[in-house]
C-alpha cells in the first residue's frame, strides 16, 4: 500500500475552506483531519500556504477530433497532459457519431483514440447526429456503457445539426433513461442564410464570422431547446453559453423551477469580439462557436456564475493550428476550423479574473470547476470534491504564483494561445491523479494510458 500524507495546507470544498491534513492511501483520500502523524505516511508533502482543490473537471473538450476538414490538434496524450499542468484531474470528451452509423461505433472509436494514450481520467459524451425512432434504445445501451451525456446541435446545417423532432424525441428518452441531453444552442438555420449573404456580399474575413451569429439566434434556440425540455419532462445543459440574452433565458427557466443548466467558458468572459477583427487574418484565432461578443455581456455573465444561473465554467478545448489548419480559411470564413484552446488555463483564468479579483468566492470557483461538473454528469463523490472515500485527485494551488500565459511556454499541442500575454496569479504546484503526482514544480511525471475511462451515472446530479 502506498501513502501520502500532505500537511499545513487548507482545504477547499464547495461549501467552506479549512486547515487540515490529507491523507491519501493508494487511490484514495482516506482522511482528513488536523495534524495526521507524519509516520503514517510514505510520502509527506508540506503544503503551508498553499490550498488543497479537488482536481478539475473539464465538462467539455474536442480531443483528437475530426472537424471542419482537419482534426484538432491535441490528442489525447497531449490534451491531457495540457490538462493536468493546469490542474484539472478528468474530462469528458465527446464521440461523435457518423450519420447512418451505430453511436456504439463511435464510442468504441473514442475509446481507441484514448486507449494508450490519456494520462487523466475521462468519460465521454456523445454526440448524436442521427436518431431515427428505432434506434432510441441505442441510447440506452450507451447510457449503460456510462455514457450518461448526450449532445445535439442545433447549428452547423448539412454537418452536425438534427431538427426538432430528432431533439424532442432525444430529450424524450433521456426523460425515461436518466442521462442528461447537452445542447449546441444556436440557430443554424438562420445563421445559414446570413452567412449566404455574407459570402454572396464578398464578406470573407473572420470577423464575419462573429457578426453572421447574432445573439438572439442563440437566445432563441436555448429557449427552443429548454421549451422542448419542458414538454418531454426531461432536464437540459446548455453548452458553451456566450451571450446576455442566452443566460436570460435560462434564468427565466430556472426560476420556474425547471431542471435547465448551463456552463459557460473563460473566452466569453474574458475575451471580445474586437479580437476576431485583429490585422491580417489574426481574427482567425477567435473563430470558434457561438462567436465572441461585445465586451457589456461579460459582466452579465460573471454575474450569472455568482447568482447560479450559470453552474459550470468548461474550456470546450478545440485546438487548430494558425499556421497550417485556421489557414484553411484564408479567403472564406466559413472554412476556418471553427475552435479554440484552453484546457490548460481554465483554472489559473478564472482564479485569478475570478477569485482575485473578488468576481467568485473561492468556494464557489470549486463549485463551478469541479463538484458541480461531477454532480451534473455523473462522477460525483468520486470525483469532484475532496472527502475520505473519493479518488484522491488532488491540486496543491499556490495562490501566490504569478505568470504569463503564452503559446511558447504552454504545454498544448497548438501554436498560439487566446490568452497570449494575460498575467495570472494561483497555479497548480502539485497535481495528483488518483494519488499519483502527474506534476511537481512544472515536471511531468505522468504516463500516456495511465487515465481511466470514467462510467458515469445517469441521473448523477440531482435536478434542481
Ligand atoms: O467552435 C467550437 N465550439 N468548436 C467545437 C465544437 C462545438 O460546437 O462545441
Ligand atoms: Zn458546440
Ligand atoms: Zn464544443
Not at 503514517?40 to 482536481?55: E, N, S, Y
Not at 468504441?108 to 487523466?120: H, L, Q
Not at 499519483?436 to 487515465?451: A, Q, T, Y
Request: a negative charge.
Amino acid at each position: 500500500m502506498s501513502t501520502t500524507l500532505i500537511r499545513n495546507g487548507t482545504i477547499v470544498t464547495a461549501e467552506t475552506s479549512f486547515p487540515a491534513d490529507l491523507l491519501i492511501e493508494d487511490e484514495k483520500i482516506r482522511e482528513i483531519a488536523p495534524d495526521i502523524p507524519a509516520e503514517a505516511a510514505g510520502r509527506v508533502i508540506d503544503a503551508a500556504g498553499m490550498l488543497l482543490l479537488p482536481g478539475g473537471i473539464d465538462a467539455h473538450t474536442h480531443l483528437d477530433m475530426p472537424f471542419g476538414g482537419t482534426t484538432s490538434a491535441d490528442d489525447f496524450e497531449t490534451g491531457t497532459r495540457a490538462a493536468a499542468y493546469g490542474g484539472t484531474t478528468t474530462l469528458i470528451d465527446f464521440a461523435i457519431q457518423a450519420r447512418g452509423a451505430k453511436m456504439r461505433d463511435a464510442l468504441d472509436a473514442w475509446w481507441k483514440k484514448a486507449e494508450g494514450r490519456a494520462t487523466i481520467d475521462y468519460g465521454l459524451h456523445m454526440i448524436v447526429t442521427d436518431l431515427p425512432e428505432a434506434g432510441l434504445e441505442d441510447m440506452d445501451a450507451l447510457v449503460a456503457e456510462g455514457v450518461a451525456s448526450f449532445k445535439l446541435f442545433m447549428a452547423y446545417p448539412g454537418v452536425l445539426m438534427v431538427d426538432d423532432a430528432t431533439i424532442f424525441r432525444a430529450l424524450q428518452q433521456t426523460g425515461r433513461n436518466g442521462a442528461l441531453i447537452c445542447m449546441h444552442a444556436e440557430n443554424g438555420g438562420v445563421i445559414d442564410v446570413i452567412v449566404r449573404r455574407a459570402l454572396a456580399e464578398g464578406k470573407t474575413a473572420p470577423i464575419y464570422h462573429a457578426l453572421t451569429r447574432p445573439a438572439a439566434a442563440e437566445a432563441e434556440a436555448v429557449h427552443r431547446a429548454i421549451a422542448l425540455a419542458e414538454i418531454a419532462g426531461a432536464p437540459v445543459y446548455i453548452v458553451h453559453l456566450s451571450s446576455e440574452d442566452a443566460l436570460n433565458q435560462v434564468r427565466e427557466a430556472r426560476d420556474r423551477g425547471l431542471p435547465a443548466f448551463a456552463e459557460t467558458c473563460p473566452q466569453y468572459l474574458l475575451l471580445s469580439v474586437e479580437e476576431l477583427a485583429r490585422p491580417g487574418f489574426e481574427g482567425a484565432k477567435y473563430v470558434f462557436t457561438p462567436p465572441l461578443r461585445e465586451k457589456h455581456h461579460q459582466p452579465k455573465l460573471w454575474d450569472g456564475l455568482r447568482q447560479d444561473h450559470l453552474q459550470v465554467v468548461s474550456t470546450d478545448h478545440c485546438p487548430f493550428c494558425f499556421a497550417d489548419q485556421k489557414a484553411l480559411g484564408k479567403d472564406d470564413f466559413t472554412k476556418i476550423p471553427n475552435g479554440g484552446p484552453g484546457i490548460e488555463n481554465r483554472l489559473q483564468l478564472l482564479y485569478h479574473h475570478g477569485v482575485n479579483q473578488g468576481r467568485l468566492t473561492v468556494n464557489r470557483f470549486v463549485e463551478l470547476t469541479a463538484t458541480t461538473p461531477a454532480r451534473i454528469f455523473g462522477l460525483y463523490p468520486r470525483k469532484g470534491v475532496l472527502a475520505p472515500g473519493s479518488d484522491a485527485d488532488v491540486v496543491v494551488w499556490d495562490p501566490q504564483a504569478s505568470h504569463v500565459i503564452r503559446a511558447a511556454t504552454h504545454h498544448m499541442r497548438v501554436d498560439y494561445s487566446m490568452f497570449e500575454g494575460f498575467r495570472v496569479q494561483g497555479n497548480a504546484r502539485m497535481v495528483l491523479s488518483r494519488g499519483e503526482v502527474l506534476v511537481e514544480d512544472g515536471v511531468w511525471h505522468g504516463r500516456p494510458g495511465r487515465g481511466q475511462y470514467l462510467r458515469r451515472a445517469a441521473r448523477g446530479g440531482a435536478w434542481k
